[in-house]
């Protein structure tokens, strides 16, 4: 064989043998055994250095296919590789009562579904029947809606705050302490002028203030952006002006 052509056919191998190794292929697919027999009768024939590297490179690529092959047999055996064709062969020979009966045993569901019976259809259907309505449920859990009061000088001599003479003595008394701050600032904070030590002072004042309003001798002036309600000097007209306030509980105690 000329020297250029047994030069050819080592590299041939040793390409080869690269394709292998750098894909996924089986490596299996090479020849092993056939492939260092032929390096083995070309050996002798070697004269010069590149011509003996080739050979070598060849066989340390050949050891990289045993390698390989190690390594798959050893992972085919601990994942119970089967052979593809013989699984085909196996299911083709079977009988379909087989199949499923295979199949049977070896289905593990990674997902299943729950169906309700008629028994707890009608159980959950009688809890909700059962239920009360919103506004009930939460009249018992938060305790029974109360309704605003309002406040006159009738229910304040019913609710024994004040006697008819007290609130007549009252009412010159808060005027007379009013009069002065609005001559002098020209308008009161409402809280603060009726605010008494305790809740029942509080309304006192409160209504005693409405009966000054409503006779024209101060005006009230709401300011709802800025939630500030103030003791204003009274209009021109002096037409009495109806006003409706909220006294909450952290200003007149409990009502």
């Known amino acids: 064989m000329p020297e250029d052509k047994k030069v050819e056919k080592v590299l041939k191998i040793v390409e080869a043998l690269r394709a292998v190794i750098g894909s996924s292929s089986d490596p299996f697919n090479v020849d092993v055994k056939g492939q260092i027999e032929a390096l083995r009768r070309l050996l002798p024939e070697w004269r010069e250095l590149d011509e003996i590297l080739a050979d070598v490179e060849a066989m340390a690529l050949l050891s990289r296919i045993v390698e390989l092959q190690e390594k798959w047999v050893r992972y085919q055996a601990s994942s119970l590789y089967v052979d ?7 299911i083709v020979a079977s009988t379909p009562e087989r199949l499923a009966e295979v199949f ?3 289905w593990h569901p990674i997902l ?3 169906q309700i019976s008629k028994i707890e259809l009608m159980n959950a259907i009688s809890y909700w029947n059962n239920l009360l309505p919103f506004d009930k449920r939460f009249s018992e859990e938060l305790g029974q809606e109360r309704e605003l009061a309002t406040f006159d000088a009738k229910r304040l001599v019913e609710m024994k705050i004040l006697t008819e003479e007290e609130i007549n003595r009252r009412i010159e008394e808060v005027y007379g302490e009013l009069k002065p701050m609005l001559d002098l600032q020209g308008k009161v904070d409402y809280w603060r002028f009726v605010e008494g030590k305790d809740s029942n002072e509080t309304i006192a004042r409160a209504v005693i203030l409405s009966h000054i309003v409503s006779s024209g001798l101060a005006s009230i002036e709401v300011k709802p952006l800025e939630d ?10 002096r037409q009495p002006k109806s006003v409706a306030i909220t006294i909450p509980r952290s200003r007149g105690g409990r009502m």
Do not use: Y
Not at 84 to 90: A, H, N, S
Not at 228 to 237: A, D, Q, R, T, Y
């Open 228 to 237: 500030n309600i103030f003791i204003v000097k009274p209009g021109l007209s």
């Open 104 to 106: 049977a045993g070896s």
């Open 112 to 114: 299943k579904v729950e």
């Open 84 to 90: 593809p064709l013989l699984v085909e062969l196996k």
